[in-house]
């Protein structure tokens, strides 16, 4: 069964860091682009950040809000990725989604995780 | 970054109703326009994609149309279980937006 799997929320103090993950089971993940989409308790959904494919050596796009402080990594060798967040705001309070997309501009954001929930507060 | 506008934000509707949901861009993105359902509690599911385009095992109730900056979505008979929060999302170019969805509830 093709699946993703978030992990790794958890609380953390602002400014402080947290490192989530996401794996995949059926089938190879550094074949495919990979998005991250966060929601804030309560409100729309808001995409944050792109890996491309290994064709594309993994390159990684991201949304204003996060820019900078976000960094999306690859593990291919135990079919996983990561959400790196630095220097967190309590804004960025969301339940924190994984998902597939195709290598086009056609198909994204097809096959999703179940999420995982990050709290930033003091 | 290309704004997305839905309407209405929210909408009573009876089973049975034939329901249309507009999504707006800030510019053109050709076809690049996909919607998901999101049911409370629950991981958002992709519906059409490419403005147009049924995703495998949705019910043909939904269709989308649209290209350029107008979109929309139609559920030709509402069924209970359609009743969810709809989004768009544009992906013709980063940053990737989404619409601030449409809920739709019952009447």
């Known amino acids: 069964e093709v699946q993703l799997v978030e992990s790794g929320g958890g609380l953390v103090q602002p400014g402080g860091s947290l490192r989530l993950s996401c794996a995949a089971s059926?089938?190879?993940?550094?074949?495919?682009?990979i998005d991250w989409v966060r929601q804030a308790p309560g409100k729309g959904l808001e995409w944050v950040g792109r890996?491309?494919?290994?064709?594309?050596?993994?390159?990684?796009e991201y949304a204003a809000s996060v820019k900078g402080r976000f960094t999306i990594s690859r593990d291919d060798s135990e079919n996983s990725l990561y959400l790196q967040m630095n220097s967190l705001k309590t804004e960025d309070t969301a339940l924190y989604y994984c998902?597939?997309?195709?290598?086009?501009?056609?198909?994204?954001?097809?096959?999703w995780g179940q999420g995982t929930l990050v709290t930033v507060s003091s | 970054d290309i704004q997305m506008t839905q309407s209405p934000s929210a909408m009573s509707a009876s089973v049975g109703d034939r329901v249309t949901i507009t999504c707006r861009a800030s510019?053109?993105?050709?076809?690049?326009l996909s919607w998901f359902q999101q049911k409370p509690g629950k991981v958002p599911k992709r519906l059409i994609y490419?403005?147009?385009s049924l995703q495998s095992g949705v019910p043909s109730r939904f269709s989308g149309s649209g290209s350029g900056t107008e979109f929309t979505l139609t559920i030709s008979s509402l069924q209970p279980e359609d009743f969810a929060t709809y989004y768009c999302l544009q992906h013709n170019s980063y940053p990737f937006t989404f619409g601030p969805g449409t809920k739709v509830d019952i009447k």
């Open positions: 998902a597939r997309s195709s290598d086009n501009w056609n198909d994204v954001l097809h096959s």
């Open positions: 490419t403005s147009s």
């Open positions: 510019q053109g993105i050709s076809n690049y």
């Open positions: 890996t491309r494919d290994k064709a594309m050596s993994h390159t990684t």
């Open positions: 059926g089938f190879t993940l550094s074949e495919h682009y």
